[in-house]
């Protein structure tokens, strides 16, 4: 990677914009042209976007496979991805190919289909996450929605577009210690 092409990789740059598209599969996007902003986007000499940022929301995605293999053809540098925008769509659960993204810090996945709180799991491995959405979808639904939420993942500031308070962790505390049981210790036979 030349050090030009790194300096113009930036969250600044507009977003490759795949929004109202109505894509259904993720290769669509390698036939679909990306929606024009107010700034162009800036390209490798290969011609991929130097972009850090990409919005596929308002589509029909029901699933993220081929994922890995599309951004690397359309971003010149896919392991920088910061943003990506997947709200209302038809996601049923978050895509483990989401949890591979460690430079991610900003997902929106409101308006999804996502039925289990648990799913929220999958994304304590992102240690750069600090803004997410998941308001509308099923699994808001479910008690203790926003403490859960915050105690699985507390490196966030940003969660439902409003920003994470002291008083939000403390219960977020107070609420884990009131419903998450601890893992029992085993005692080991051979001790006792």
Same mark, same amino acid.
């Given at each position: 990677?030349?050090?030009?092409?790194?300096?113009?990789?930036?969250?600044?740059?507009?977003?490759?914009?795949?929004?109202?598209?109505?894509?259904?599969?993720?290769?669509?996007?390698?036939?679909?042209?990306? /929606?024009? +902003?107010?700034?162009?986007?800036?390209?490798?000499?290969?011609?991929?976007? %130097?972009?850090?940022?990409?919005?596929? $929301?308002?589509?029909?995605? $029901?699933?993220?496979? +081929?994922?890995?293999?599309?951004?690397?053809?359309?971003?010149?540098?896919?392991? $920088?991805?910061?943003?990506?925008?997947?709200? &209302?769509?038809?996601?049923?659960?978050? *895509?483990?190919?989401?949890?591979?993204? &460690?430079?991610?810090?900003?997902?929106?996945?409101?308006? $999804?289909?996502?039925?289990?709180? +648990?799913?929220?799991?999958?994304?304590?491995?992102?240690?750069?996450? /600090?803004?997410?959405? %998941?308001?509308?979808?099923?699994?808001?639904?479910?008690?203790?929605?926003?403490?859960?939420?915050?105690?699985?993942?507390?490196?966030?500031?940003?969660?439902?577009?409003? +920003?994470?308070?002291?008083?939000?962790?403390?219960?977020?505390?107070?609420?884990?210690?009131?419903?998450?049981?601890?893992?029992?210790?085993?005692?080991?036979? *051979?001790?006792?």
């Amino acid at each position: 990677m030349s050090t030009q092409d790194y300096m113009n990789t930036s969250v600044q740059e507009p977003p490759l914009d795949y929004s109202f598209r109505n894509i259904q599969v993720i290769q669509d996007l390698l036939s679909e042209e990306p /929606r024009k +902003g107010q700034r162009p986007l800036k390209h490798s000499k290969s011609g991929k976007s %130097l972009t850090q940022s990409l919005w596929l $929301n308002n589509n029909v995605l $029901n699933d993220l496979r +081929g994922f890995n293999h599309v951004i690397s053809q359309l971003l010149q540098h896919p392991e $920088n991805l910061a943003w990506i925008d997947l709200s &209302f769509n038809d996601l049923p659960s978050i *895509d483990p190919v989401l949890t591979t993204l &460690f430079n991610l810090s900003v997902l929106y996945l409101h308006g $999804n289909s996502i039925q289990r709180l +648990g799913e929220v799991n999958k994304l304590a491995i992102l240690p750069r996450l /600090r803004s997410l959405t %998941l308001h509308g979808n099923p699994m808001e639904e479910e008690k203790g929605y926003r403490q859960y939420v915050l105690c699985t993942l507390p490196r966030i500031t940003t969660f439902d577009f409003s +920003g994470v308070t002291k008083a939000d962790r403390t219960a977020a505390e107070v609420w884990k210690r009131m419903n998450i049981k601890p893992k029992k210790v085993r005692i080991k036979q *051979d001790a006792l």
